[in-house]
C-alpha cells in the first residue's frame, strides 16, 4: 500500500535540535525527501535520500533513513524561529508517477 | 528566473460556477501535477501530465479537469461538480519520474473559496 505518516505538530525551543519523522510502508520506495512549506506557500525541497543510504547530512539538516523499519527522520541542529514551518516528508516508489506525500509536521519554534 | 508561476493567489467562487486555475512554468520540465492541500491531510494528488497532450487522473480527480496543450501550461478547471472546492491548490513540475533522482518544483498555490 500506499501510505506515508507523520505527526502533526512538534514544538522546541531556539537552539535545541528538532527531530521530524516519518513511516512509510511501501518497500519499494527509491528516494525520500523532506520539503519546508512556510505560511500561505509552496512547497520547498530541503533535502533528499537515495534508499541506499542511510544518512545524509547537509549543514543543519541530517536525514536519517531505516528502511528495515520504513522509518524517516529529519534533525535540524540549532533551531531558529525562521525554521517554524511545515514539513512534509514525501517517496517517490518505482513505477509510481508521482511523489506521495505525508499530512505534513508543523514545527514552532518557541524564542 | 527559472520557476513555476500559479496565478490568481486568491480566488473566489460562487457555488454553481465553474473556475480556472493558472499553472505556467519555464523549467522546461515534462511533467506536472496539481494536489490540493487541507488542513492535516497533506497533499493529495488531482491530476498529472508526464508530456504535452497526455494526462491522467491522480487519487481525487473527480469535479476537475485539465489539459496540458503546451509544455509550459497546465490550467486546472474546478468545476460545479467538485462538491467540496475550497482548499489550497499546489501545482508542480518535474522531469518525468523515470529519470534518476527527481526534485519536484513547486508553485506558490491558490487558495480557492467558495461563497
Known amino acids: 500500500g500506499e501510505d506515508v505518516e507523520q505527526s502533526l505538530f512538534l514544538s522546541v525551543r531556539e537552539g535545541d535540535s528538532s527531530v521530524i519523522n516519518c513511516t512509510y510502508t511501501?518497500?519499494?520506495?527509491?528516494?525520500l525527501y523532506w520539503y519546508k512549506q512556510e505560511p500561505g506557500a509552496g512547497l520547498q525541497l530541503l533535502t533528499y535520500?537515495?534508499?541506499?543510504?542511510d544518512m545524509k547530512q547537509d549543514q543543519r539538516l541530517t536525514v536519517l533513513l531505516n528502511k528495515k523499519d520504513k522509518h524517516l527522520s529529519l534533525r535540524i541542529a540549532d533551531t531558529q524561529t525562521g525554521d517554524s514551518a511545515i514539513y512534509f516528508c514525501?517517496?517517490?516508489?518505482?513505477?509510481?508517477?508521482?511523489?506521495?506525500f505525508g499530512s505534513g509536521t508543523r514545527l514552532q519554534v518557541q524564542p | 528566473d527559472g520557476g513555476i508561476t500559479q496565478s490568481p493567489k486568491y480566488l473566489f467562487r460562487k457555488e454553481g460556477q465553474n473556475v480556472t486555475l493558472s499553472c505556467e512554468q519555464n523549467?522546461?520540465?515534462?511533467?506536472m501535477y496539481w494536489y490540493r492541500q487541507d488542513p492535516g491531510q497533506g497533499l493529495r494528488l488531482i491530476y498529472y501530465?508526464?508530456?504535452?497532450?497526455?494526462?491522467q487522473k491522480g487519487d481525487i480527480a473527480e469535479g476537475y479537469s485539465v489539459s496540458r496543450e503546451k509544455k509550459e501550461s497546465f490550467p486546472l478547471t474546478v468545476t460545479s461538480a467538485q462538491k467540496n472546492p475550497t482548499a489550497f491548490y499546489l501545482c508542480?513540475?518535474?522531469?518525468?519520474?523515470?529519470?534518476?533522482?527527481?526534485?519536484?518544483?513547486f508553485g506558490q498555490g491558490t487558495r480557492l473559496t467558495v461563497v
Open positions: 501530465s508526464q508530456i504535452v497532450n497526455d494526462f
Open positions: 523549467l522546461n520540465h515534462d511533467a
Open positions: 514525501a517517496e517517490r516508489v518505482a513505477g509510481r508517477r508521482a511523489l506521495t
Open positions: 508542480a513540475s518535474s522531469i518525468p519520474l523515470g529519470q534518476a533522482n527527481t526534485e519536484a518544483f
Open positions: 511501501d518497500s519499494s520506495s527509491t528516494y
Open positions: 535520500i537515495f534508499s541506499n543510504m
